[in-house]
């Protein structure tokens, strides 16, 4: 299984962004995917989630900004970030916790950097 994230770079603040999530080797399905972000120098966020039934949690500091979606089909998650700020900049990386062996998977995380 693995999951490739791509869709970071550059935005101004008040600017969007897409981020999307590939995975492969295994399906999406009842698979929940999650977000997480890590900025330089802090721990690493929790962002949101999308489980089975395209149910969505997300972070606090995402609420109202940030939207998951999937693409079942092309086994793909979505995160479209809207009304960005510097404090969103971070290498964003998802997850997916398989829910038939119990196993976690990474994707390699992508930059998105905000500026001022």
């Known amino acids: 299984v693995q999951l490739q994230a791509s869709g970071g770079g550059l935005v101004q603040a008040g600017g969007s962004l897409s981020l999307s999530c590939l995975v492969s080797?295994?399906?999406?399905?009842?698979?929940?995917v999650t977000w997480y972000r890590q900025a330089a120098g802090h721990q690493r966020e929790w962002v949101g989630i999308?489980?089975?039934?395209?149910?969505?949690s997300y972070a606090d500091s995402a609420a109202g900004r940030f939207t998951l979606s999937r693409d079942v089909a092309k086994n793909t998650v979505y995160l479209q970030m809207n009304n960005l700020k510097p404090e969103d900049t971070a290498v964003y990386s998802c997850?997916?916790?398989?829910?038939?062996?119990?196993?976690?998977?990474w994707g390699q995380g992508t930059l998105v950097t905000v500026s001022s």
């Open positions: 997850h997916l916790d398989d829910q038939t062996t119990g196993v976690d998977y």
């Open positions: 999308i489980r089975r039934y395209d149910s969505t």
């Open positions: 080797g295994t399906a999406l399905n009842g698979n929940p």
